[in-house]
């Protein structure tokens, strides 16, 4: 089953994305020697397709390791894939440097994790956020100041502040300075990467309300990657559920969250989800651990973890298909031979 929806604004068609490391000199000699070292090949994505529709926000949702991250640096132009293909706006987004790649690495924007280290610590507010909009022709560098003071306007910052420097700023002031520098060339998608995981508590909620006013006045389309799942309810329109690369589960928030999910691993993020019903319950967390993305496990990469797997997980990949109108799911307990 395909995951796209026609008219998509983002298209992600069986993208894969594998990360090698290759033999050193030494490796290489004790190969000639006969030793059986080899290239480590690590499995970030694979064969993901998803769809984001204009204003939609779609929560992407796994635990570590996942690829969601990896994912997200697809789409914004920052990692390209190894293989499969990406769309924005209906056309194949190419190399930088080609007139679609250069269009969509400005229209796509990524607002990272860490507001510290993605800020340059040498540069003033005032270029980190004026000096893309300068280059591709948004203001003149004498209007600069007076376009900066807008955009810090905007996302809750004090104009005053533009001639200081990331340093001097909060957690939160900061990680507004990385969403007013994103938002200073004029985007029309975002890809928020944990864009509040380091963030206080106190703080998240703030930044939350941010990123629904900025896209209700903005008319923004997000993929919000996180791996809390009440900040994704909160602010999807529909879920991505990702496992060691693959995509396993696809639904409406609501349905997600008030109905039970399809899949074993998203029933088991859910249950790790703190609900004031479970005092007095025991915490379950997913059994076992992730594999390693070096030797993924064949078949179903869930399997070694899921109290349903039978021995066709084992060996067979289950397929992302539509179990119900804008579901989809990938485990063989759909299919009707299983039940």
């Known amino acids: 089953m395909n995951s796209m929806n026609d008219g998509a604004m983002l298209e992600v068609r069986n993208v894969s994305k594998k990360f090698v490391k290759s033999l050193d000199l030494a490796a290489r000699i004790a190969v000639r020697l006969g030793s059986n070292a080899r290239e480590e090949v690590v499995h970030a994505v694979d064969g993901v397709s998803i769809s984001v529709a204009k204003g939609e926000v779609v929560g992407l949702v796994g635990e570590s390791g996942c690829g969601k991250s990896t994912l997200g640096r697809m789409v914004a132009g920052i990692l390209p894939p190894t293989s499969g293909e990406i769309a924005y706006k209906g056309k194949a987004v190419a190399a930088k440097g080609t007139e679609e790649g250069d269009r969509a690495a400005l229209q796509i924007q990524m607002i990272f994790q860490d507001p510290f280290a993605s800020l340059n610590p040498r540069m003033r507010v005032e270029?980190?956020?004026g000096e893309a909009a300068v280059y591709h022709n948004m203001c003149t560098a004498g209007d600069m100041g007076d376009y900066v003071s807008d955009v810090?306007?905007?996302v809750g910052l004090d104009p005053d502040y533009r001639r200081r420097y990331p340093h001097q700023f909060s957690?939160?002031?900061r990680q507004r300075i990385g969403i007013a520098r994103a938002l200073a060339v004029k985007p029309e998608f975002l890809v928020c990467d944990e864009a509040i995981a380091a963030l206080d508590v106190s703080i998240q909620a703030q930044v939350i309300n941010l990123f629904m006013d900025l896209r209700q006045d903005?008319?923004?389309t997000y993929l919000f990657i996180s791996h809390d799942l009440s900040v994704v309810e909160h602010i999807s329109d529909r879920v991505v559920i990702m496992y060691l690369g693959r995509v396993v589960e696809v639904a409406p928030t609501s349905e997600l969250f008030d109905n039970k999910p399809n899949h074993p691993y998203t029933l088991a993020l859910l249950n790790e989800v703190p609900r004031l019903d479970m005092r007095g319950?025991?915490?379950q967390p997913v059994s076992?651990?992730?594999p390693s993305p070096i030797d993924p496990p064949p078949g179903c990469h869930f399997h070694p973890r899921c109290p349903q797997a039978s021995e066709r997980c084992r060996v067979e990949r289950p397929v992302l298909r539509e179990i119900?109108?804008?579901r989809?799911?990938?485990c063989h307990l759909n299919d009707a031979d299983a039940r």
Request: no cysteine; proline share 4%; charged share 20%.
């Open 127 to 129: 270029d980190i956020v």
């Open 152 to 154: 810090m306007n905007r």
């Open 171 to 173: 957690g939160g002031q």
């Open 218 to 220: 903005l008319d923004l």
């Open 281 to 283: 319950l025991d915490y």
């Open 288 to 290: 076992g651990e992730i």
């Open 324 to 326: 119900a109108p804008g």
């Open 328 to 330: 989809l799911s990938a």
